[in-house]
């Protein structure tokens, strides 16, 4: 199967930019779109973004459009998240996740891997 390690979080100030990393392994020759998720204590988990591994299309939810880009390095099997103005509101944990092309990609069901997570914390 596919094996998802997050990394980059930790507690920023707002107005700073973070960038989220998410190493890849095992079969990815199956997956088709790459994810990237959050959840804030006591709420649902949150579509943030997603990337077509092989074409690199990229898609936005409305809350982070303009401010966040997600990105793959296909050679390094890495999946990046660059989110810039964090605001305090972008506190959570978040989860990369691995989708093998059935259904959509904005839905946590969609997805049928996903990584342990990682503690983002924006201070004012």
């Known amino acids: 199967q596919v094996q998802l390690v997050e990394s980059g979080g930790g507690l920023v100030q707002a107005g700073v930019s973070l960038r989220l990393s998410c190493a890849v392994s095992?079969?990815?020759?199956?997956?088709?779109?790459m994810g990237w998720f959050r959840q804030a204590p006591g709420k649902e988990r949150e579509f943030v973004a997603a990337?077509?591994?092989?074409?690199?299309?990229?898609y936005y939810a409305d809350s982070v459009k303009g401010r966040g880009t997600i990105s793959r390095d296909i050679a390094k099997n890495t999946v990046y998240l660059q989110m810039n103005t964090l605001k305090p509101e972008d506190t959570a944990v978040y989860y990369c996740?691995?989708?093998?092309?059935?259904?959509?990609?904005?839905?946590?069901?969609?997805?049928?891997?996903w990584g342990q997570g990682t503690q983002v914390t924006v201070a004012s």
């Open positions: 996740a691995a989708n093998r092309g059935v259904g959509g990609l904005t839905q946590s069901g969609d997805y049928d891997y």
């Open positions: 095992g079969r990815t020759v199956s997956t088709y779109a």
């Open positions: 990337i077509t591994w092989s074409g690199g299309r990229p």
